[in-house]
């Protein structure tokens, strides 16, 4: 019998963050967790159609997919500057269609839209569960002051699969290699029988404890069932779903919690602000493109009782660190990347660098980072994209161009980015956390 090896570090933050990512299996999973973490830490929550009172500590507000939370220090004037920490909570996926019945030749199946650019392979051949939100008509449930609710659903076993063609009648496939049509091929199965209308409704709906009738209307999307789990001869690596971008929600929750105990300076407000729709553009009214997050910083400063001037000063000495996953050196495609930078799994955060702003970094960004990674005795590493392949982009320029906020693009490496299992340092999660732990207290 062999014995595992020591563990090479303190693997507490990233097994919390294992269970994070298995508890948020959509956008709205992922805030409401967040929410019960920051609840957790004496964050409440602030409705955006109440009144907001001017007392210092943590707040929150929720919005679909979008959390903001923030933290007044006590005795901070209403023009103290924002140190806000940015992430997305959204990832690439199967999302159902809104007539979601289907199936052909004795198989039941669920129609479905892609979302945003996920590796449509890495779907094949999973056992997918089914989660998201249902909206149940207007005094559907006890309490519901007659406006509607939503209710959040997780079936969170094997219930649908995406088949792949077997080989035997795709001889094609080891010489041209694999070929997907969006909507002919990615149409999951989930039994046989006869076709049905309202039959995934029924189902849901026995699922969540409501009536079919109540339902009125659904966000649901498909997830990998299969745990996230440590990987590697020393188990130095994390393979899971979603780490684009929960990895860097979960180290923003913790290292706001974090701000909150550790006696942040009246000088700074730390700022969570995790927005939904970032892989199709953040064009929503949850997205970093609208107004959520400018609206909920000014209302801050209103509700300690600054003005117009407070605001636009408090935001002119703002900062943002925007949290996304970057490429890691894929050992078998070393020519994609830049020679000379090839970020390695658990040599700390990357610093994203685009001069054609695909990035929001600069040389000054560079700075705020290496002092917060000083601060937090982490170690980081830069990212920039070889000249000859596009460079992806994230929520930090539109963070930076919308709100004219000083921002940083910076996050972790990974491989398989958009794929429905993705694979980081298991080490990485923990530094991220403590370099923004640092930047958020100072
Ligand atoms: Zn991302």
Redesign the pocket.
């Known amino acids: 019998m062999t014995t595992a090896p020591p563990p090479r570090f303190d693997r507490s933050h990233t097994d919390d963050l294992a269970g994070y990512l298995a508890a948020s299996p959509t956008p709205y999973h992922a805030v409401a967790e967040a929410a019960r973490r920051l609840e957790k830490a004496g964050f409440t929550r602030l409705r955006e159609t109440d009144a907001w009172d001017a007392t210092a500590g943590g707040r929150y507000v929720l919005r679909g997919g979008a959390l903001i939370a923030w933290y007044v220090p006590e005795g901070s004037p209403p023009e103290t500057p924002f140190h806000i920490v940015g992430a ?1 909570t959204d990832s690439p996926n199967l999302r159902v269609k809104p007539v979601p019945d289907t199936g052909a030749h004795g198989w039941r199946q669920i129609a479905v839209e892609v979302y945003g650019g996920p590796l449509l392979n890495s779907w094949l051949d999973r056992d997918l569960g089914l989660a998201g939100r249902l909206t149940l008509r207007p005094g559907a449930t006890r309490g519901s002051a007659g406006g509607g609710e939503t209710r959040l659903v997780d079936v969170d076993r094997p219930l649908l699969r995406v088949p792949q063609l077997a080989i035997h009648l795709d001889r094609g496939v080891v010489t041209e290699g694999l070929k997907l049509d969006k909507q002919r091929h990615m149409t999951p199965i989930w039994g046989l029988g006869t076709v049905r209308e309202g039959d995934l409704v029924e189902f849901l709906a026995a699922e969540a404890g409501v009536a079919a009738g109540d339902i009125l209307g659904w966000d649901l999307m498909a997830h990998s069932v299969e745990p996230p789990a440590y990987l590697g001869r020393d188990r130095e690596l994390l393979a899971g779903p979603r780490m ?2 929960l990895l860097s929600v979960h180290a923003g929750v913790a290292a706001l919690a974090a701000a909150a105990t550790a006696g942040t300076p009246p000088t700074r407000v730390p700022v969570l602000a995790a927005f939904d729709h ?2 199709t553009g953040s064009q929503s009214d949850t997205g970093a493109e609208g107004p959520l997050l400018g609206t909920v910083l000014r209302r801050t400063v209103a509700a300690r009782g600054g003005s117009y001037d407070d605001a636009a000063r408090a935001l002119a000495g703002s900062v943002c660190l925007s949290s ?2 970057g490429h890691a050196v894929h050992p078998n495609y070393a020519e994609r990347h830049e020679p000379g930078h090839h970020p390695m799994p658990n040599g700390g955060p990357l610093l994203k660098v685009n001069v054609n702003q695909r990035y929001a970094t600069d040389g000054a960004g560079r700075g705020i980072l290496a002092t917060a990674c000083e601060r937090a005795g982490v170690p980081w590493q830069s990212f920039v994209s070889n000249n000859a392949m596009p460079c992806g982009t ?1 929520i930090g320029p539109i963070t930076a161009a919308r709100h004219g906020i000083t921002t940083v693009d910076i996050g972790v490496a990974i491989l398989s980015m958009h794929s429905a299992r993705e694979l980081c340092g298991a080490e990485d999660p923990h530094l991220l956390a403590g370099a923004l732990a640092a930047f958020l207290t100072g």
């Open positions: 997305h684009d971008n970032e892989e996304d996953t994230t």
